[in-house]
Structures are given as structure tokens and as C-alpha cells.
């Protein structure tokens, strides 16, 4: 069964940062692509950042481009998201989730995913 425990959530000031953490079990870790979407409320999911399993190209969504850095350690099973920069608009719950990835061949700032995600993590950012 897949798990993904995700953490590291919270309330911080504009500007601040916030490191996500998503521990992974139930699967071979290595060979998916694994992320991070967000989905605030009254919108729809936002494709926020995704590691290729295949050549380990990183994909971050237009809005947090410059300001996320997305990571994993594949001996832990683990893949961050690290947030500087905050601002109000990224407030939103935060979920790791596998198999995602551009939706065409030239990467237009879309993510998607189409596996299995955890419970999320809220991130509030105050103004």
C-alpha cells in the first residue's frame, strides 16, 4: 500500500520559509516521479514542483518558480519542498503525490499528477 506523510506545515509571515518533508513507503521510491501539488480553497489543484525518476529533471509550476526548491533523498524515501519567499497567494494545503509530470513535450508551467497522494500539510502565509 502506498503512504505519503507529509509535514512541515504551518503559519508564517510573508517572506518567511517553510521546508515540507513527504515520507514515502509501499513502493519502489526511486522509480517514480514524485512532487508536490497545492489546492487552496475555492480553487482547483496547482501542479507545484515534480522530480523526473527518469533522468531526475525538475519541473516547477510558473507561480513558485525562483522562490521553491524541490529535493529527495532516495536512501530515506523522502522528498522535500523547500519555500522561501512566501507570499499570502501560496497559501494553500500542501500534498506530495507520485507519477506526475509536464503535460507537453516543450514544458509550458503545467504539472500534473496521476498517482497517489498523502493527506497534505496546510501552509498559511500571513500578510
Not at 509501499?26 to 522530480?51: L, N
Not at 527518469?54 to 533523498?73: M, Q
Not at 522561501?84 to 506530495?96: Q, S
Request: proline share 2%; aromatic share 12%; with cysteine.
Amino acid at each position: 500500500e502506498v503512504q505519503l506523510v507529509e509535514s512541515g506545515g504551518g503559519l508564517v509571515q510573508a517572506g518567511g520559509s517553510l521546508r515540507l518533508s513527504c515520507a514515502a513507503s509501499g513502493f519502489t521510491f526511486d522509480e517514480h516521479a514524485i512532487g508536490w501539488f497545492r489546492q487552496a480553497p475555492g480553487k482547483g489543484r496547482e501542479g507545484v514542483s515534480c522530480i523526473s525518476s527518469y533522468d531526475g529533471t525538475i519541473y516547477y509550476g510558473d507561480s513558485v518558480k525562483g522562490r521553491f526548491t524541490i529535493s529527495k533523498d532516495n536512501a530515506k524515501n523522502t522528498v522535500y519542498l523547500q519555500m522561501d519567499n512566501l507570499k499570502p497567494e501560496d497559501t494553500a494545503v500542501y500534498y506530495c503525490a507520485t507519477d506526475c509530470g509536464p503535460t507537453t513535450h516543450q514544458f509550458n508551467g503545467v504539472i500534473v499528477f496521476w498517482g497517489s497522494w498523502g493527506q497534505g500539510t496546510q501552509v498559511t502565509v500571513s500578510s
